[in-house]
């Protein structure tokens, strides 16, 4: 019987070996080994998709949590994101929901599906707290009007 080099990944253990194993593999650059890496790649990616818990998180949680796996800080979303210390503060606290173009941005930085940032949430923002979720983030009401 042949004895396979991979097989579909069964456990957290073998995922995170075959991770590392990638890693390597595309910080060689090694140009033979391109099956290999595209073979680990659906591997990984199958796992994922089946073992994928960002749908229990909403957008935010999900953000500090990839943050958290980068070793990413606040201060280093103002770059990846192009917003202000402020800005970002707002939307890691509730105040200030997710953009179209952050969204995009955060998407294509952490490789995740836009889907998983671009869904509903609830805000904490006094201006805002009347809306039970982030779909109408940038309604401003003018609280002179009578």
Same mark, same amino acid.
């Given at each position: ?19 590392? %194993?990638?890693?390597?593999?595309? %910080? ?21 998709? /089946? ?9 935010? /949680?999900?953000?500090?949590? =990839? ?24 939307? =890691? ?7 179209? /173009? ?45």
């Amino acid at each position: 019987m042949i004895t396979l080099k991979y097989t579909i990944i069964k456990t957290i253990e073998q995922y995170n070996t075959y991770c590392n %194993i990638l890693e390597e593999l595309i %910080i060689r650059d090694d140009r033979e080994a391109k099956d290999e890496v595209e073979l680990l790649t659906l591997l990984i990616e199958k796992w994922d998709n /089946e073992h994928n818990a960002f749908n229990d998180l909403d957008p935010i /949680e999900l953000l500090k949590v =990839l943050m958290d796996e980068h070793g990413l800080l606040a201060k280093d979303l103002v770059d990846i994101l192009a917003l202000s210390k402020g800005t970002i503060s707002k939307i =890691l606290n509730y105040h200030k929901g997710l953009s179209k /173009e952050t969204i995009r941005k955060l998407s294509d930085y952490f490789k995740v599906n836009q889907e998983a940032f671009n869904r509903s949430y609830k805000l904490i923002n006094e201006v805002n707290k009347h809306f039970r979720n982030a779909s109408l983030m940038n309604t401003r009401k003018n609280m002179m009007e009578v």
